[in-house]
């Protein structure tokens, strides 16, 4: 059973391009969640999907950023017009469906680099 | 709103010592679960161990244990026998799930190396 997988891994972009990070879950998960690392921090949330459903945005910038999670194919995580502070690891992390305290499995990251 | 905290931003063992991280944090609620991360430098999060508020014994897993104390707060990371690959930033964190959300909140890490 592969894991959660991202990419890409490592993703250069300059200064009002824009971003697009992909995530697939493991087998059987249909709950998706976005987490951002700046150095030095921890990991902060920025929003929880299942398919087809945002069910959770709290943790997102108002603008630029939007997710998505389709019947078929990868999560999404799209940066629109990015800047220097969208530099940081971007985790995305897989669940079964509908159970708390259920273990979280997280993919790679990619390493987001702007310009 | 939720918040951890881990005051110990680097920690030090010797190999096949004993080492304890501390982390407390904060919620209104009463169910929630916990949790430490293991980040090692390929940066991939790997659960080290979990716990269920409403469980007054502490969970273990091996050489891993916690310091489960509910009251004051507090959950804190024991690791036994430490081993070289122990070496890693280790991230508690807290699931409140009572919104329905499963989002996790993380303190911002302590950084663990280990001496041979």
């Known amino acids: 059973n592969a894991g959660v997988m991202q990419n890409p891994r490592h993703l250069v972009r300059r200064r009002g391009q824009e971003a697009r990070l992909r995530c697939s879950p493991m087998k059987g998960h249909s709950h998706v969640y976005w987490y951002r690392q700046l150095p030095e921090e921890g990991l902060k949330f920025m929003v929880y999907l299942q398919k087809e459903n945002i069910i959770d945005e709290s943790g997102m910038p108002k603008e630029r950023f939007s997710a998505e999670f389709p019947k078929e194919g990868p999560s999404i995580l799209r940066i629109q017009q990015v800047v220097r502070g969208d530099s940081a690891a971007y985790f995305c992390a897989s669940s079964p469906p509908g159970k708390a305290g259920a273990e979280q499995f997280f993919g790679p990251g990619t390493r987001l680099t702007v310009l | 709103a939720q918040t951890v905290t881990q005051s110990q931003p680097e920690m030090s063992v010797q190999e096949a010592e004993t080492v304890t991280l501390s982390c407390t944090y904060d919620?209104?609620?009463?169910?929630?679960?916990l949790f430490w991360y293991k980040q090692p430098p390929s940066r991939q999060m790997i659960l080290v161990i979990r716990q269920e508020a409403y469980k007054q014994q502490n969970a273990t897993e091996n050489r891993f244990s916690v310091n489960f104390q509910k009251a004051a707060k507090s959950f804190s990371l024991k690791i036994s026998d430490s081993q070289l690959g122990d070496a890693a930033m280790y991230f508690c964190a807290l699931e409140y799930s009572g919104a329905g959300s499963y989002q996790l909140t993380f303190g911002k890490g302590t950084k663990l190396s280990v001496i041979p």
């Open positions: 919620t209104s609620e009463s169910d929630y679960y």
